[in-house]
């Protein structure tokens, strides 16, 4: 019999749900090749009918497990087929477009939360979960903000709505990249450039094309990457109010940098440097794509349209414009630059 905590005990905690994904993610496949059509998006509608599921105490560790920790890895795995040259190939105007796109719904963030009512902490908080990366932003800020039972309801909040709104992203936004005949290079940009979290991201670029997604791939990284100084900053000007509400000592250590994105980074150098053979590098892709789809048939089945009803339309609607602002800022950069 296994012992309490022990390796095997975890897997078995594990195993249920990470079980009913890897499931979910075959079916998708198989479905997909039969009939054509996007694999991730499949594996998302699949996910979402089985969204009960995520509340069983059985499979929702499972579920949990691949949503955050699989998905990470498949992300990490992507950096083997990226170059040094792919990156620096972003251009200092795509760079720029990026970066104005996360202050300015940072601000966003500030000024719309006031009108609405809503403290400061709160409009930092949404409006980093949107420039950034969704949910594990919005999780990385709450840690260096004022904590109490309100705010933790808010966070759970802007978790709950920034994955939802990235999944209709997900699927709206390459309708209209497909409207506007946007080329893979461009498409990319505005996907990785406005989409929340990263599977949405990759999902939504290699539904396209393989040229599509690198390229969003590269862009996203590259908002996840300002996360480090995003955190930073909130922390110090954060400092006072939260040592006010408990000792600094108390406060969870979140890492600045996710560790999928060092995975990323170490593999595009070691690419870069001719360190990944062919045979390796299609492997990895192919593992990392497994990964992938496991991951958003985990996300998909703990989207609930349900909680979201029950948040109040403020916090929603603050989350709404903050993701209109980026989409259309970007975009617009997009429309003037081509």
Known sequence: MAQPGSPLQQLLHFLPGAALSCVIAMATTLVSKLHGGPQLLYALFFGVAFHYLSHDAKTRPGIEFCSRTVLRLGVGLLGARITASQIAGLGWSTAAIVIVAVVTTLLCGLLLGRRLGMNRA???????????????????????????????????????????????????????????????????????????????????????????????????????????????????????????????????????VPWFLWVFVG??????????????????????????VIAIAALGMKTSFMQLARAGWRPFMLLLVETLWMAAFVLAAILLRN
Request: proline share 4%; net charge neutral; charged share 15%.
């Open 267 to 292: 593999l595009v150098i070691i690419n870069s440097m001719g360190g990944v053979p062919a045979l390796v590098q299609q492997g990895l892709n192919d593992v990392s794509r497994a990964c992938l």
């Open 122 to 256: 709160q409009g930092v908080l949404s409006g980093g979960s949107v420039a950034i990366c969704g949910a594990s932003a919005a999780l990385a800020i709450s840690a260096v903000l004022p904590r109490n039972k309100e705010s933790e309801r808010f966070t759970l909040m802007v978790v709950v709505t920034v994955t939802v709104l990235s999944t209709l992203a997900m699927v709206i936004y390459p309708l209209i990249v497909k409207l506007l005949h946007l080329p893979p290079e461009l498409a990319g940009l505005f996907l990785g450039g406005t989409i929340h979290d990263v599977a949405q991201v990759v999902g939504a670029g290699y539904m396209l094309n393989q040229e599509t997604g690198d390229y969003a791939t590269i862009v996203k990284l590259f908002r996840v990457s300002m996360l480090a100084v995003v955190v930073v900053v909130v922390s110090s000007l954060f400092k006072r109010q939260r040592e006010q509400h408990e000792e600094a000592s108390a406060a969870a250590k979140q890492p600045l």
